[in-house]
């Protein structure tokens, strides 16, 4: 281990390290927290603007959120990828250092399109689970976030519908709906909201 922490490797160790420590960090991260702090089942919001579930704000917010990891993540990827790279072609191949710097910066650069490729594929998976805001007529879930009374607003409840949680802006017919109660949908509206009533 010594020759791993020892200059010239030392430049490529501490990168491989620490990139890969981070990277695997930011991922269970990611798979514990989800979107509104739900990780199960995987889920889409809902939003105000068109008639397909996630084609609009939904899609929006997932974009910004991946956007953001993506960010970040890649600067990872290219550090981690830099640091093995080179390494393997220090210690590996035995190559001189300006080689292994060369080679570390292109699986680096690769590191970042693979990255690219995956997330664009997640992307594409989200967006083949829009559904029709009407499918969510009937169904029952848990207030997420207070629904406050008739003409006050709205607020977010949590639905599942197939085998996926749904992220749905909701109002009330009647009083104010604290969260964490169990509701129905009573009615979609035209604003793409839906009417629950609790159960």
Known sequence: MGDFFASPALWFTIPA?????????RLVMLGAGGHH??????????????DVMGATDAMHDSSTNLTGFFSVQSFLAMFMGFGWGGLG??????WPW??????????????????????????KLEGSGNIHVRATLGAMGDVYVG????GRGAGEVRLVIGDRHRMV???????????KTRVKVSAVNPDNTVTVTPI
Do not use: C, Q, Y
């Open 169 to 179: 802006n909701a109002v009330s017919e009647g009083g104010p709906i604290p969260s």
């Open 98 to 123: 300006w080689g292994a710097v060369l080679l570390g910066i292109g699986a680096g650069l690769a590191m970042v399109l693979l990255l690219g490729t995956v997330m664009r594929s997640v992307g």
């Open 37 to 50: 702090g739900d990780g199960g089942g995987g889920h889409a919001d809902i939003g105000t603007h068109g």
């Open 89 to 94: 072609a220090l210690k590996g191949l035995g």
């Open 147 to 150: 629904v406050p009374e008739k």
């Open 17 to 25: 390290l620490l990139g890969t420590l981070a990277f695997i960090i």
